[in-house]
């Protein structure tokens, strides 16, 4: 299941989706933490963190943590 961690990335790729998003920001821990725990409740086998560019999210490393602890592949 996708994960969306919001839209913040220090690229400007011509292909962006985000690219006429005026708020490049991520969103919260808590949120994606929700998420997190939703796909888990749905019986995913797994998540995909989307957005502009997850591995720059300050807490990437925590949600990939809190992902495999609900025995989610990452």
Do not use: W
Not at 51 to 66: K, Q, V
């Amino acid at each position: 299941m996708r994960v969306f961690t919001g839209t913040a990335c220090v690229q400007e790729c011509v292909s962006c989706p985000f690219a006429a998003v005026v708020d490049r920001s991520f969103k919260p821990y808590e949120e994606i933490v929700a998420s997190i725990d939703r796909a888990a409740q749905k019986g995913a086998a797994g998540v995909i963190f989307g957005g502009g560019e997850p591995a720059a999210h300050p807490r990437i490393h925590d949600l990939m943590i809190h992902a495999q602890t609900r025995n989610l592949a990452v």
